[in-house]
Structure formats: C-alpha cells, structure tokens
C-alpha cells in the first residue's frame, strides 16, 4: 500500500471537530515551518560565533548552551529504537547494527583504560590517535548532516534534487572541517593524552597541508557564492541559505583560528548540528503523532486514543528528559557513577579512581560513537529501507499528508 493511502485512511465521521492538538500539529507540519526552523537551526551558530568573537555574548553562557545541546543530542539516538521500522532495520543488520555499537563500546572503554597516562601505560600514543580520529569523525559527521537537510529543504520547497555541484561543495566543506579540527585540537588532544610521545613527523606535514585549506575553505565559500547568483531562479531564500551555510559550515573555525576565542568558536557547531538533530527527531514524532491522529478512531476510548496518537511524542519528551538527566547538575547518577556501580556492586571488581574514570570515559565515547554509526545506516538514503522509512515518518514533505 502506498504511503499517501496510509496516512489518508479516514477518520470516523464523528470526530468532525479539530482538537488544539490536531490545529498546533497541523500548523508545524507545514513544510514552509519546517524549512524555516532549519534555517534558524543552522545559521544561528554563526550570529552566535560572530558575537562570541566581539565579545557581545559571554563564553561561559555560550559553554552551557552548547554542552546542553551536544550532550542532549547524542543520547537523542535511542528516541529512534522507538520507531519499529528502525527496529526492523536492526534487526536485518544486527551484525553490522547492533554488533558494531558494542564494538565501539568496548573498544572506547580499552582505549581509555589500557592507553591512558593517569594508569601508567607506555603507548598512550594510541589513545592520542583514537580520540583524534574520533574528533575527525565528528566533523565529517557534521558535515554528512548538512548534505542531508539541505536535501530536506529543497523536498519540502518543491526546488528540485541535489546537483552533483551541489553534493560536492557540501562534501568539499565537510572535508574542510576534518581539517580543522587538526587545527583547532590536533595539538592539544596531544598533550592532553600523550605529553611524552614525538608526533613531529605528524605534525609538520599537517600544519602545512592544513594551512592550505583554509583558503580552499574560502573557495569553495566563494564558489557557492557565485553558484547560488548565477541559478538564483532554481533557489529560494531558504534554500539558497541552507546550502550555503552548509558549504560554509566550518569556515567560522579558519577565521577564529589565531584568535583567543577559537575554541569556543570550535565548539559552537556542537550546538548547530544538535539544534539540526533534535529538530528532526522532534518532526519524526510529529509526523508519527500526524498518522495516528489520522487513523485512530475516534470511537475509541478518550484516554486509550490519546495514548496511542501522543505516543511518539510522549517518548521523544521522555527521551529528553533522560538524556536531561544524565547530563546536568540535577540527575539521580552521572555516568561515572554509573559505571562504579556496575564494576563495583554488580561485577564485584572493586576498581576504584583513574581505572573508574577511564571506563566512564570510554562508555561516554562508546555513546558518541554509536551515535555517529547508528546514524550512518539510519539517513542513508541511498538504501531502500531508510528512503522508505523517511517517505513514510515525513510524509509531509512529500505531499502525502
């Protein structure tokens, strides 16, 4: 059955009278909502960026927004297991699915235990080039995100598919920013996790390569630029703003680069990509809340209908509030207490301080990490299964609501 006759089933005639819930719903299932709450999404780093580096907002504020944006993101992952399509996708590739998230786990947990300086490990070289590649794959993370809700943006404003110039200047400024974060922490990761070791046959190619991308940064920039001028007919204003902020992504990171306040700037795309991340998740409840508004009949049992047409939006907020939780000052018991409890009362091997520190480290890490695979087969569109998925979950981009 096609998508469109699934959300169109009709709904008992007897519940001609559109509740608040079924108006405010229908209000932000508009695809002209959604492509503005985007852009505001993506561009607000920059206005924040801009002011951070003139001194107008204070870093400290700047700080806590970020850390309550990425820390609620990347646990936001396990909203999806909700979604039994999701969970039918797992269950087709557990081995690559489920098999590769505990093998980030456990791989995150040795990297942080058996390499670490504070435990007297002597190739700490190794947790170094772990957490770096783990930065590098955040940025290109990042990057991947921007390809696809900027596709997001021209589905729902009826532009057209991605160009492959298009796809490529996206990608191109996803590169830049594996660069950057050389730049910004390829240095001090360092220190930080291997102070003795010689990274200088690291290093020198690195600093000239990477200076180097900075003006291809400023290319591309140019280039979509002069893009978006030249085919302002195939663009509308959010469009043309979605792509190229998505080219320009990390280019706040080479201007801020020899300033003081570079890694804050670093930081703040943190914030845009969770802003990004949770507004999707927020519209996938929405568009599953929207079906079975449509569907569910109105004969039911009140309560027994409310439960099932606000489902998915009950467990996108209980979602929130559990990652809330375990990443603020207000939590019943932070990771590190978490993971004391398991080693210590559960498993009885009375581990105690840098060996404690290290295995929280790791799961939180194993956690990022998850996120970053989970979402690489989830949003890939190129797949039957996950294109199917997203007609279905956001249905209204696609006119079938």
Not at 351 to 378: C, N, Q, R, V
């Amino acid at each position: 059955m096609s998508i469109q006759a699934d959300i169109a089933t009709p709904i008992d005639s007897g519940a001609a009278k559109i509740s608040l819930a079924e108006r405010a719903i229908g209000f932000l299932l508009r695809p002209r909502v959604f492509v503005s709450l985007l852009v505001w999404s993506t561009v607000i780093p920059f206005f924040v960026s801009g002011l951070t580096i003139y001194n107008v907002i204070g870093a400290q504020w700047i700080i806590s927004c970020i850390l309550f944006l990425a820390l609620i993101h990347v646990p936001m992952t396990v909203y999806l297991f909700f979604d039994p399509a999701i969970r039918d996708q797992m269950r087709h590739r557990r081995i690559l699915m489920i098999g590769g998230c505990v093998f980030w786990f456990v791989v995150s947990m040795v990297a942080f235990t058996a390499f670490s300086a504070s435990l007297g490990a002597k190739h700490t070289e190794v947790l170094y080039v772990f957490t770096f590649t783990g930065i590098m794959w955040q940025h290109w993370h990042f990057g991947k995100q921007n390809l696809g809700v900027f596709a997001l943006s021209k589905i729902a404003t009826k532009s057209g598919p991605v160009t492959r110039f298009e796809r490529h200047t996206i990608v191109a400024g996803a590169i830049c920013g594996i660069v950057a974060a050389y730049l910004m922490v390829g240095r001090s990761l360092q220190q930080q996790f291997s102070p003795s070791s010689d990274f200088s046959f690291f290093f020198g190619p690195m600093d000239f390569f990477s200076a180097q991308f900075r003006w291809f940064q400023y290319a591309i920039g140019v280039a979509a630029a002069v893009y978006i001028v030249l085919n302002f007919r195939k663009f509308t204003p959010s469009t043309a703003a979605m792509y190229f902020f998505g080219v320009c992504f990390f280019l706040p990171q080479y201007l801020a680069i020899d300033l003081p306040q570079s890694l804050t700037v670093f930081a703040q795309f943190i914030m845009g990509h969770g802003l990004q991340y949770i507004l999707i998740l927020l519209y996938h409840s929405l568009g599953l809340t929207d079906v079975n508004l449509r569907t569910s009949q109105s004969s039911t049992q009140p309560l027994a209908r409310a439960a099932k047409v606000l489902a998915p939006l009950f467990f996108f907020a209980v979602s929130v509030v559990v990652a809330l939780n375990y990443n603020t000052d207000y939590v019943w018991f932070k990771y590190s207490d978490m993971i004391a409890r398991i080693t210590n009362d559960v498993m009885r091997l009375k581990l105690e301080g840098p060996m404690i520190a290290g295995l929280a480290t790791g799961f939180i890490w194993g956690i990022l990490l998850s996120h970053f695979w989970l979402d690489s087969f989830f949003w890939r569109l190129k797949d039957k299964a996950p294109r199917e998925w997203m007609r279905a979950r956001f249905a209204f981009l696609f006119g079938g609501r």
